[in-house]
Nanobody, 120 residues
Framework: RLVESGGGLVQAGDSLRLSCAAS????????MSWFRQAPGKEREFVGG????????MYADSVKGRFTASRDNAKRTAYLQMSVLSPNDTGVYYC???????????????WGPGTQVTVSS
């Protein structure tokens, strides 16, 4: 139901845009968020955009560098990432849920993930 794309290998300081294509009718009424998981670490909230008022929320580590957005007509969510650093390396997942929360358990649907690797 959710499929991420846009990951890859980039250098520190570069930008990258991730996409999350959704199928089904629930996209319009679901908050879309992004999580990431680095090797040996827990999955962490990165940012998200509410389905109703398009308000956004971000982890402190990415504020000012990452931007979450959505195109309801295309049923696609995006994560624009800039000034990337090696600390941003990990598998990035998009998730859909009713609430904009940082807890992974709050989300109903998950994509398989896309790898982002930032070299120094």
């Amino acid at each position: 139901r959710l499929v991420e794309s846009g990951g890859g290998l980039v250098q520190a300081g570069d930008s990258l845009r991730l996409s999350c294509a959704a199928s089904g009718r629930t996209f319009m009424t679901h908050t879309m968020s992004w999580f990431r998981q680095a090797p040996g670490k827990e999955r962490e909230f990165v940012g998200g955009i509410h389905w109703s008022d398009t308000s956004t929320m971000y982890a402190d580590s990415v504020k000012g560098r990452f931007t979450a957005s959505r195109d309801n007509a295309k049923r696609t969510a995006y994560l624009q990432m800039s000034v990337l650093s090696p600390n941003d390396t990990g598998v990035y997942y998009c998730a859909a849920g009713r609430l904009l929360r940082v807890e992974p358990g709050s989300y109903d649907y998950w994509g398989p993930g896309t790898q982002v690797t930032v070299s120094s």
